[in-house]
């Protein structure tokens, strides 16, 4: 079993930055892929980033394109997401999740381990 702990989560105004971190811990063997998805109330849970065991490859979702960065350190068995020129529309729990494979992926299907979530609020 992977346990993944977010945290980093808060209140900032538009325009502002946040860094998200996850923290792996248990079972973690050689590093997997890794992705950070978010959830806005009333809507479904979507993938904003996501990285591939190196860190060699990540893609983005198009409306964060340019203001997300997604980056880990294998050595601390930790993966970010900074979040720049944040707007109200960002507002959401972000869910980070390990995946069952070494290639990064957006497919939900390939994430078996997921973190709690942490709230980021956006205001205007």
């Known amino acids: 079993q992977v346990q993944l702990a977010e945290s980093g989560g808060g209140l900032v105004q538009a325009g502002g930055s946040l860094r998200l971190s996850c923290a792996a811990s248990?079972?973690?063997?050689?590093?997997?892929?890794m992705g950070w998805f978010r959830q806005a109330p009333g809507k479904e849970r979507e993938i904003v980033a996501a990285?591939?065991?190196?860190?060699?490859?990540?893609r983005y979702a198009d409306s964060v394109k340019g203001r997300f960065t997604i980056s880990r350190d294998n050595t601390r068995n930790t993966v970010y997401l900074q979040m720049n020129s944040l707007k109200p529309e960002d507002t959401a729990v972000y869910y980070c999740?390990?995946?069952?494979?070494?290639?990064?992926?957006?497919?939900?299907?390939?994430?078996?381990?997921w973190g709690q979530g942490t709230q980021v609020t956006v205001s205007s």
């Open positions: 999740a390990a995946a069952t494979l070494y290639g990064s992926t957006f497919d939900a299907n390939d994430y078996a381990y």
């Open positions: 990285i591939n065991w190196s860190g060699g490859d990540t």
């Open positions: 248990g079972r973690t063997g050689r590093s997997a892929a």
